[in-house]
């Protein structure tokens, strides 16, 4: 995220954005698993802290550590591939098991999501 707004500011709100939404489902994931797997509801609890706190981290060590611009092309460009690279080889077989246009559905909200963010941004 910090890196991202080192690009640009417009950047830096789709991915702060885009983090925040993720957070959400992903902090119930780590709970679920933990307590699903024979954790302590302390243990599961101190990952979901983890999980919180690890963005708001990365922001105050980027906002010490500014990289030049050749430097951000390429950092952004493979976390950006390996999104791409989790969504082909995990996500996309994944949705081949499932109502399809539900999928399609997500998908285009998605999409306008991104669309009108960067619209106005």
Known sequence: MGIAFQAGFSIGIVVALSIIIHDLPDGINTV??????????????????????APLLGVLLTSVLIFPQNVLAI??????????????????PESQEHNILKIAVAVTLGFLFIFVITTFI
């Open 32 to 53: 679920v698993l933990m307590l699903k797997n024979g954790q302590s509801e302390k243990n599961a609890l101190f990952f979901l802290l983890m999980d919180g706190v």
């Open 75 to 92: 950092l952004l460009a493979v976390f950006a591939g390996e999104f791409i690279y989790v969504g082909a080889a995990s996500l996309l």
